[in-house]
C-alpha cells in the first residue's frame, strides 16, 4: 500500500517555474514506478512524465519535454517535478502516479494522490 501526498502548487505567470512534491508513505516506494499526470476542466487525464523505479529511466509527454524535469530520492520516498517556461496550456491539477511500470496510461498505475492546482496566467 501507498499513499500519495502531492504538494507546491500555485499561481505563476507564463514562463515562470514550479516545483511540485510528491511524499509518499509506505515501505515498497523504491520499487514503484512514479508518474505526474495533469487534467484541465473537461478534459481527460493526461499523462505528463514517468520516472522508472529500476533503471531511473525517464520519461516525457511531447508537451512538456524540455520543459519538465521528473526525479525522485527513494531515501526520502519523493518525486519531484521540476517545471520550467510554464505557459497558459500547463494550467491543471497535477497528480502523482505509483505503478509497477513506468507507462503514459492511467490505468497502468495503482495509486493516485490527490492534487495540486498549477494555474499559469497570460
Known amino acids: 500500500q501507498v499513499q500519495l501526498v502531492e504538494s507546491g502548487g500555485g499561481l505563476v505567470q507564463t514562463g515562470g517555474s514550479l516545483r511540485l512534491s510528491c511524499a509518499a508513505s509506505?515501505?515498497?516506494?523504491?520499487?514503484?514506478?512514479m508518474a505526474w499526470f495533469r487534467q484541465s476542466p473537461g478534459k481527460e487525464r493526461e499523462f505528463a512524465a514517468a520516472?522508472?523505479?529500476?533503471?531511473?529511466?525517464?520519461y516525457y509527454a511531447d508537451s512538456v519535454k524540455g520543459r519538465f524535469t521528473i526525479s525522485r530520492d527513494n531515501a526520502k520516498n519523493t518525486v519531484t517535478l521540476q517545471m520550467s517556461s510554464l505557459k497558459p496550456e500547463d494550467t491543471a491539477v497535477y497528480y502523482c502516479?505509483?505503478?509497477?511500470?513506468?507507462?503514459?496510461?492511467?490505468?497502468?498505475?495503482?495509486?493516485w494522490g490527490q492534487g495540486t492546482q498549477v494555474t499559469v496566467s497570460s
Open positions: 502516479a505509483a505503478g509497477p511500470l513506468s507507462d503514459s496510461k492511467t490505468v497502468k498505475y495503482d495509486y
Open positions: 520516472i522508472s523505479w529500476s533503471s531511473g529511466n525517464t
Open positions: 509506505g515501505r515498497t516506494f523504491s520499487s514503484y514506478s
